[in-house]
C-alpha cells in the first residue's frame, strides 16, 4: 500500500482527533437552582459527572462511532492505494513510438488484439487516469495544480514532438494521446528525449562564495511505450536522477515478411530494357513463400513466387537476423512508368506489419543526353565517360565552345573541366571541374592544403551511391566560402571545409568541383566514374539510371522545378492537398512526410524532360517508401542500451492502474454517519 498525501493526512488527524475528544471532555455550566427534592435531579447530576473535565469517559457508541467515521475521513485524506507499483515523484514524461514497426497488429488490450501503437495508446491513458489529483486543502494553499501530478506527451517516430507540455489537465492528457496517428517512418528516440530535458525546470545552488552552480536539468520520471526499434538508442542520454520506465509492446517473436530493397535500373547498352529488383526480408523462424506481384500504372504485369530463407538463430539466444531474399522483374519499356510492387503470404503464415508489403519507384522515360566536355587536358574525365550511355558526346576546346556563343543552350550538359568562360554562365546546366562561377554565391577565399573528403549528403541523388571516407585525398583546393541566403546546397566537405556545391541561379543550374579531380586520388577509384553519371544525368534531368529519387517516410521532399512554374500543389496520399511556392531556383520542399505512397507535383507552366505534360499542366511523381530493414524486423527487444546504460523492460509496466481506497473510505464513512444518526435520534446509549 502507498500513501499519495501522508503529511496532509497526519495533520488533518492532529487537528480533528483532540477536537473530538475534548467535545466529550467539555464541562457543562450550569446555573444553581434551589428546588424541594433532589430526585428530579439525579439524572442530571449523573450527565454532569460524565462530562466533567479529566473523568474518565464512560463507553459511549456515539463517540465510537465519531471517531470510525473520522478516521475514514482522515485515512480517505492520506489517499491510499493499492498498486503493484509505485508512481515516483510528481513530474512524468510520456514518450510514445508512433514509428512504422508500432503499426505491427500484435498489441493486447484487454483480451483484444490491437495495433502497438493502440496498445500504448490505451496503457498511457490507463496511466494518466491513474495521476494524482490536487485536494481541496492543496487547491488553498498552492493553486489548482498544487499536490497534483503532471505530465507531458511526446511521440517520436524519426523526429519528436511536443503533444502536450507539462500539465496537470487529465483532459488535455487524454486529447493529446488520443489523437496520436501512425507513422511510417523510422524510429529515433534522442531528438524526442531532448525536448523532454527542455521542458524540465532550471535547477542550481548556491556555491560557498553564494554565486549560484547550474544543475543538470531533471526530466523526471519518463514512461517510455515502444517496441525497441529505437535506431539512435546509443545517443539517449538520459540524466543522474531520470526514471525510465521501459513500457515494451509488442512480441519478440513476432512474424513479418517485408519489401526492404527496391530499385529500378535501365541497362546502359538499351535504355528500353527496364530491370526492377526487390529485396525482401522475414523474421520466421521457417522459410516462408510469397508471392510478389508488379502492378504498372495501375494494370498487372507480373506476379512471381518467391522464397524467403529463415531468420538466423533465436531471439532468446540473442539478436539473431532475418532471412532474406529477392527477386527481379524485367520490362521492356522506353515510356515512364509507375511501378508497384506487393508481396502476399501464400503459405498461411503470419505477416503481422502490412506497411512494408507495398512499395513504389517513378521511373523516368529513358532519354539519351547530348553532352559537351570543354576542357584543355581531359585525359581522366574522357576515360570516365566513354562507357556512360549518352546519346551524344562532343569533345570541345575552350576556343571552340567560345566561338559558339550561347553554346550551353545546344546541349543538355556542358562538363568545362578546368576552364571557365569569362563573366557569368549563361543558361544551361553544367558540371564544373576545378574551378568556382561567379553569380552564384560562391567567394574563393584562397586555397587550402591536404585535406580528404569526410562527409557527403547521401540524400543528394548525386551522391546518395557513392562511398567516399578515407579515398579521396585532395592535395590543393579552393577555399570557399558559401553567401548567406545563396541557392547552394554543399554536397561533400573535407577537413577544412566544403569542395563540391550543387547551385543555381534563375535558368542557370551547375555541380561545381573546388578541386581538381585530376590532380587527386579520385580517377583512381570506381565513384569517379558513378559520380560523373550521376551528376550527369541528375543535371539532365534524368535523375539516377531509372527511377527517380525515392524519399523516406520522416524525410523532407526537395524537388527543383523548372523556373517559371507557378500555381505548384502537392497531392498527398489519403490527406488534402498543400500549396507549395517554389525558391527563385525552382526548388520546392515539404515535410516531413509522414506517410509512404506515391506523391503528385502539379504547376502550370514549362516541364521538365522527364515530367508528364497536358492541357498546360506538368506532373511530377514522387515515390516515399519505407525500404527499412530495421522496422520491417518487428521482434521487440527486451534492453534498450542508453548511452547511460541499459534500460530492461518493466515487468509491470506504468500503465498498471493503482486501486485507489479513498473513494470508500468516504462511502464508508457516509454510511457510519447515517447509522450514528439513527442511533442519536433512537437516543440509545450504552
Known sequence: MTWLTPGLGLLAAAIAVPTLLILYFLKLRRKDVEVSSTLLWKRTVQDMQANAPFQKLRRNLLLFLQLLILAACLFAIAQPELSAETITGNRHVIMIDRSASMQAFDGIWKGETVTRLEQAKREAIAFVDALAEPTWLDGVMGGADAGADKATVITFDSQGGIRQPMTADKGLLRSAIESIEPSDAPTAAAQAYRLAIAQAPPRSVPDRDGTLIKLPPAVGTVHLWT????????????????????????????????????????????????????????????????????????????????????????????????????????????AGAVVEVRTKSTDGGEDLLAGDNTGWVVVPPSKRLRVALVSTDDFFTTLALEGLPFGELVQLSPDEYAAMGGGASQFDVVLLDGWLPEGPLSAGNYLILGGVPTGFGLTVKGEESISEIVDWNEEHPVMADLELGGRVTIPKSKAVEVEQGAAVEVLAETNLGPVIFDVSTGSTRAIVLAFDPDATTWPFDVSYVVFHAAAINSLGGVIGSASAGTVRPGGTLSERLPIGARNVRLAIPNAPDVTLVPASDGRVAYGPIPRAGVYALTWNGPAGITDEFEDGTATRRVAVNLLDPSESDIRSTAVLPFASGDVVASATGSAQTPRRLWPWLLLAALAISMFEWWIYNRRVYL
Open 227 to 334: 517496441d525497441g526499434k529505437i535506431a539512435d538508442a546509443g545517443d539517449v542520454i538520459p540524466g543522474p536522477e531520470d526514471v525510465v520506465l521501459y513500457n515494451r509492446v509488442g512480441d519478440e517473436n513476432a512474424v513479418n515478411i517485408g519489401i526492404t530493397g527496391l530499385r529500378a535500373v535501365r541497362s546502359y547498352e538499351n535504355p528500353r530494357e527496364l530491370s526492377i529488383f526487390v529485396g525482401l526480408s522475414n523474421t520466421d523462424t521457417k522459410q516462408r513463400t510469397v508471392d510478389v506481384q508488379f502492378i504498372v500504372n495501375g494494370a498487372l504485369a507480373s506476379v512471381r513466387s518467391v522464397e524467403i530463407a529463415a531468420a538466423e538463430g533465436a531471439v532468446s539466444q540473442g539478436r539473431s537476423l532475418p532471412g532474406t531474399g529477392g527477386v527481379v522483374f524485367k520490362l521492356d519499356r522506353s
